[in-house]
C-alpha cells in the first residue's frame, strides 16, 4: 500500500545568544524555569518585538545549504490559537511569504541515493514548555516554563515524499548533520529538535503526529501509525485527518483533537514587524557558508586519497573529519583513516563519547605520536587498541601508558630467537609438523606468545615459525 510521509522539523537555532524577538539569553538550559523572561517573550500588553538579525543570517544559512531559494522579501504572520504555552493568544510565524522556499536533501537509502523535496522554510518563535507530571495524558495538571518562549525556531517542511519510517529517520539524520555543520545548532541540547510527522495510506486522510522529541520516536511512531491505519482500511473504515500525540513510554500514538484546518488559525501579517528584505543576508551567509558534507567528501577523498567509504563515515560528524585532517597531516593518511574510523569511532562510540570531546581527552597530536610508535613498528596492532582503551577510560599519556603496561612490542630479532627456541625445546611439535600435521606450528607460536606475555605479533610470529620448520624438512 502506498504510504507517504512529510515531515515538519522544528529546529531550534540554539547557537544564538539571544531569542527572536527580544534581547532574553537563549543560554537557559541549565536554569531556573521562567527565569530567562521579558515583557515581549511573556506576551504582556504592548510588548514590541524587535527582530534579532543573527536569527535571520543563521536561517539564511541553513536555507542556502538545504539547497532552498530564499525569498527576496519575507514577512512575519500571526498564527491565532490558544494554549497556555502561548500567553499572547498567537505565535509569530511565517505564512505565505516564508523565509524560503523549495530545497531537497539527498540521502542514502539501502537502493541507492534519493532526494527528499522541502516545501518551505520558515521562521518563527518556540512556544514556552509544558511540563507534566507524569505524562501528558495522565497528569492532573500542567506546568509552563517560559524561559522557552520566543527561542529562535526554524520549521523546515518537506514534500510528502518519504515513504517510509527508516527513510524519515535517514532524512532526519542528515538534516542534523548538515545543521551542525553550519555551526547554528547543537543536537544535543534539550528541545532542539522536534518533529511533526505526517502520514497517510492508500489515499486515506492525513494524520499528524505532533510534537515528536527523537529519531528513534519518529520512527517507532510512524511504524505504530502504518500498522493502526492498515487495520481500520483492513476492517473497511476511513481514516480521519487528526492529530494524534505519540507515548513514549508505551510506544503508541493517541488521540489528540481532530485536525484544525489553515482557517482556523486566521493568520494576518503581524503588525509590528516590517518586511525583511534578504538580500544582504544572503550576501554574508554565503560568505560565512562552510564546506558542506559533500565536498568535504570529495576534498578528503582528493586530497588524502582515501577511499569513497572512509570519506562517507568521515563527514558524518565535522569534528571527526577535522581530527582525522589533524592526524593525516602527520602520518600516513589511509592509516588514519581506518585507525580512526573503524577503531577510536567504535571505542569513543562504546563509552558514549563524541569527537567533540575526543578533542580534550585523546588529542591529535597524542594520537599522531601513537601512529607513529604503530608505522615504526614499536607497538603492535593489539598494543594501539589496548593505548586508547587505557587512555579514554583512565588518561594518562601515550608513551606512559606503553611504559607501564609493557605494551612495546618485541624487536624482531627478538622474536627470531624465542622461535628458534620454540622450536629446539619441542621436538615432538616439530616432528609431527613434518609428518603432516601443520597445526602443531601453532603449539610453537604459543611457546613465544606465552614467552612474550602475548606481546609477540601472532600473525608474524606464526609466518616467522612455518618458514624455520618449512627450511627443516
Ligand atoms: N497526504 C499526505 N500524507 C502525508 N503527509 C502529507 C500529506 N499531505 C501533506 N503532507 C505533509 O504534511 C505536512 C504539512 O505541513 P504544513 O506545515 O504545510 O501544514 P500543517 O501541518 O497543516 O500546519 P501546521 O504547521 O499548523 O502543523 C508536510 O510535511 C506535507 O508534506
Ligand atoms: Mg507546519
Ligand atoms: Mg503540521
Given at each position: 500500500?502506498?504510504?507517504?510521509?512529510?515531515?515538519?522539523?522544528?529546529?531550534?537555532?540554539?547557537?544564538?545568544?539571544?531569542?527572536?524577538?527580544?534581547?532574553?539569553?537563549?543560554?537557559?538550559?541549565?536554569?531556573?524555569?521562567?527565569?530567562?523572561?521579558?515583557?515581549?517573550?511573556?506576551?504582556?500588553?504592548?510588548?514590541?518585538?524587535?527582530?534579532?538579525?543573527?536569527?535571520?543570517?543563521?536561517?539564511?544559512?541553513?536555507?542556502?545549504?538545504?539547497?532552498?531559494?530564499?525569498?527576496?522579501?519575507?514577512?512575519?504572520?500571526?498564527?491565532?490559537?490558544?494554549?497556555?504555552?502561548?500567553?499572547?493568544?498567537?505565535?509569530?510565524?511565517?505564512?505565505?511569504?516564508?523565509?524560503?522556499?523549495?530545497?531537497?536533501?539527498?540521502?542514502?537509502?539501502?537502493?541507492?541515493?534519493?532526494?527528499?523535496?522541502?516545501?518551505?522554510?520558515?521562521?518563527?518563535?518556540?512556544?514556552?514548555?509544558?511540563?507534566?507530571?507524569?505524562?501528558?495524558?495522565?497528569?492532573?495538571?500542567?506546568?509552563?516554563?517560559?524561559?522557552?518562549?520566543?527561542?529562535?525556531?526554524?520549521?523546515?517542511?518537506?514534500?510528502?515524499?518519504?515513504?517510509?519510517?527508516?527513510?524519515?529517520?535517514?532524512?532526519?539524520?542528515?538534516?542534523?548533520?548538515?545543521?551542525?555543520?553550519?555551526?547554528?545548532?547543537?543536537?544535543?541540547?534539550?528541545?532542539?529538535?522536534?518533529?511533526?510527522a505526517?502520514?497517510?495510506?492508500?489515499?486515506?486522510?492525513?494524520?499528524?503526529i505532533k510534537n515528536i522529541s527523537s529519531?528513534?520516536g519518529v520512527?517507532k511512531a510512524l511504524?505504530y501509525e502504518?500498522?493502526?491505519?492498515?487495520?481500520?482500511?483492513?476492517?473497511?473504515?476511513?481514516?480521519?485527518?487528526?492529530?494524534r500525540h505519540f507515548d513514549e513510554?508505551n510506544n503508541i500514538t493517541v488521540?489528540?483533537?481532530?485536525?484544525?484546518?489553515?482557517?482556523?488559525?486566521?493568520?494576518?501579517?503581524?503588525?509590528?514587524?516590517?518586511?525583511?528584505?534578504?538580500?544582504?543576508?544572503?550576501?554574508?551567509?554565503?560568505?560565512?557558508?562552510?564546506?558542506?558534507?559533500?565536498?568535504?567528501?570529495?576534498?578528503?577523498?582528493?586530497?588524502?586519497?582515501?577511499?569513497?567509504?572512509?570519506?562517507?563515515?568521515?563527514?558524518?560528524?565535522?569534528?571527526?573529519?577535522?581530527?582525522?585532517?589533524?592526524?593525516?597531516?602527520?602520518?600516513?593518511?589511509?592509516?588514519?583513516?581506518?585507525?580512526?574510523?573503524?577503531?577510536?569511532?567504535?571505542?569513543?562510540?562504546?563509552?558514549?563519547?563524541?569527537?567533540?570531546?575526543?578533542?580534550?581527552?585523546?588529542?591529535?597530536?597524542?594520537?599522531?605520536?601513537?601512529?607513529?610508535?604503530?608505522?615504526?613498528?614499536?607497538?603492535?596492532?593489539?598494543?594501539?587498541?589496548?593505548?586508547?582503551?587505557?587512555?579514554?577510560?583512565?588518561?594518562?599519556?601515550?608513551?606512559?601508558?606503553?611504559?607501564?603496561?609493557?605494551?612495546?612490542?618485541?624487536?624482531?630479532?627478538?622474536?627470531?630467537?624465542?622461535?628458534?627456541?620454540?622450536?629446539?625445546?619441542?621436538?615432538?611439535?616439530?616432528?609431527?609438523?613434518?609428518?603432516?600435521?601443520?597445526?602443531?606450528?601453532?603449539?610453537?607460536?604459543?611457546?613465544?606468545?606465552?614467552?612474550?606475555?602475548?606481546?609477540?605479533?601472532?600473525?608474524?610470529?606464526?609466518?616467522?615459525?612455518?618458514?624455520?620448520?618449512?627450511?627443516?624438512?
Amino acid at each position: 500500500m502506498d504510504v507517504k510521509i512529510g515531515l515538519e522539523v522544528h529546529v531550534q537555532l540554539n547557537k544564538l545568544k539571544t531569542k527572536l524577538f527580544c534581547s532574553c539569553s537563549l543560554d537557559y538550559h541549565k536554569d531556573e524555569p521562567n527565569t530567562h523572561v521579558c515583557p515581549v517573550c511573556l506576551g504582556l500588553p504592548g510588548a514590541m518585538p524587535v527582530l534579532n538579525e543573527e536569527a535571520v543570517k543563521a536561517a539564511v544559512k541553513v536555507a542556502l545549504a538545504l539547497n532552498a531559494e530564499v525569498q527576496p522579501v519575507t514577512i512575519f504572520d500571526r498564527k491565532n490559537y490558544f494554549y497556555p504555552d502561548l500567553p499572547k493568544g498567537f505565535q509569530i510565524s511565517q505564512y505565505d511569504m516564508p523565509l524560503a522556499k523549495g530545497g531537497y536533501v539527498v540521502i542514502e537509502t539501502e537502493n541507492g541515493e534519493k532526494r527528499i523535496d522541502l516545501k518551505r522554510i520558515h521562521m518563527e518563535e518556540d512556544p514556552g514548555k509544558l511540563v507534566y507530571k507524569g505524562s501528558i495524558t495522565t497528569a492532573k495538571y500542567s506546568l509552563i516554563d517560559y524561559n522557552r518562549s520566543g527561542a529562535p525556531l526554524l520549521e523546515i517542511v518537506t514534500e510528502p515524499v518519504i515513504s517510509s519510517p527508516k527513510e524519515a529517520r535517514l532524512f532526519l539524520n542528515k538534516l542534523r548533520i548538515i545543521l551542525e555543520y553550519l555551526d547554528v545548532f547543537d543536537s544535543e541540547l534539550e528541545g532542539a529538535m522536534r518533529v511533526d510527522a505526517n502520514i497517510s495510506i492508500a489515499g486515506g486522510g492525513r494524520v499528524e503526529i505532533k510534537n515528536i522529541s527523537s529519531f528513534k520516536g519518529v520512527e517507532k511512531a510512524l511504524t505504530y501509525e502504518i500498522t493502526r491505519q492498515k487495520n481500520l482500511l483492513k476492517r473497511g473504515m476511513k481514516v480521519e485527518r487528526e492529530t494524534r500525540h505519540f507515548d513514549e513510554a508505551n510506544n503508541i500514538t493517541v488521540s489528540l483533537r481532530s485536525k484544525e484546518e489553515e482557517q482556523d488559525y486566521r493568520y494576518f501579517p503581524e503588525p509590528d514587524l516590517v518586511p525583511v528584505y534578504t538580500s544582504e543576508f544572503i550576501e554574508i551567509a554565503k560568505a560565512e557558508l562552510p564546506e558542506m558534507p559533500e565536498e568535504k567528501r570529495e576534498r578528503l577523498m582528493r586530497e588524502y586519497g582515501i577511499s569513497l567509504e572512509k570519506a562517507k563515515i568521515l563527514v558524518l560528524d565535522p569534528k571527526m573529519a577535522d581530527y582525522f585532517e589533524i592526524v593525516a597531516k602527520e602520518v600516513d593518511p589511509k592509516v588514519a583513516a581506518s585507525w580512526i574510523v573503524d577503531v577510536f569511532r567504535g571505542e569513543l562510540n562504546y563509552r558514549s563519547m563524541s569527537f567533540r570531546e575526543a578533542f580534550n581527552v585523546f588529542k591529535p597530536e597524542e594520537f599522531v605520536k601513537l601512529l607513529k610508535l604503530f608505522l615504526e613498528e614499536k607497538i603492535t596492532e593489539k598494543g594501539v587498541v589496548e593505548v586508547i582503551r587505557k587512555k579514554l577510560d583512565e588518561g594518562g599519556e601515550v608513551e606512559e601508558i606503553i611504559e607501564k603496561e609493557k605494551l612495546y612490542a618485541i624487536p624482531k630479532s627478538e622474536i627470531v630467537r624465542l622461535c628458534k627456541e620454540a622450536i629446539e625445546k619441542n621436538p615432538k611439535a616439530v616432528e609431527d609438523y613434518k609428518a603432516g600435521k601443520k597445526q602443531a606450528a601453532n603449539f610453537l607460536v604459543g611457546y613465544v606468545m606465552k614467552a612474550t606475555r602475548g606481546r609477540a605479533d601472532p600473525a608474524e610470529t606464526a609466518k616467522i615459525i612455518r618458514e624455520m620448520l618449512e627450511k627443516l624438512t
